[in-house]
């Protein structure tokens, strides 16, 4: 089995060997490495979209806006990726940001996952009938785990998510209430305990 190291390296060299510059293909290397390590198929969607890229070619987005439509050609996810990872701050004013055509999307997958941490946000990322819950870049939560290559996304969607608590504020109440048992009244002898040298020098 390969380690993530390898799999980093190897995927920034290749990625410098296409043409791209060395400060986009460690990008790619860090964002294949989270790939195989979330359980998607980061090396064979990079491995074959390297293989159609030297032959055919693909629209490359640099301003996102909320509705995205290519022209005749599908996006370039690195590109595309990249470009909402940069402006990512602006677009979190938007609701949600939509795209029409990206080219094996789940390369694109890695840049939304950075941008969740940069905004401190969960986003949620659409590809068609596959849906991707991105936290903070820590997890990812999916319908649809190592399906191997997606050759295209028609129509990607990506949501920013509200903040907020998966409790009542009566649940909290009552667990903070049980907590409260823990907590022990502060006395005389604690104070000379918390206080750091006692009475006695043992030196």
Known sequence: ??????????????????????????????????????????????????????????????????????????????????????????????????????????????????????IGKKLQLKIDNKIFLLNYNNSIYSNSLNEGIVEIGNTVLIKFQENKDSFEEKEWKELYKLSENTFVEENESLKQVGAGAGLTDND
């Open 1 to 118: 089995m390969k380690s993530l190291s390898e799999i980093e390296t190897v995927s920034k060299r290749s990625s410098r060997a296409t043409g791209f510059s060395w400060g986009i293909a460690e990008e790619i290397g860090k964002n294949t490495k989270m790939l195989e390590m979330f359980g998607l198929s980061g090396i064979k969607n990079l491995n074959y979209y390297f293989r159609v890229r030297g032959v055919k070619n693909f629209e490359k987005l640099n301003l996102i806006s909320k509705k995205n439509r290519s022209t005749k050609l599908a996006f370039c996810p690195i590109i595309a990726g990249l470009s909402f990872l940069d402006q990512v701050r602006s677009l979190e004013n938007f609701s949600e940001i939509n795209f029409e055509k990206i080219a094996y999307p789940l390369l694109f997958l890695p840049f939304i996952s950075r941008a969740s941490e940069v």
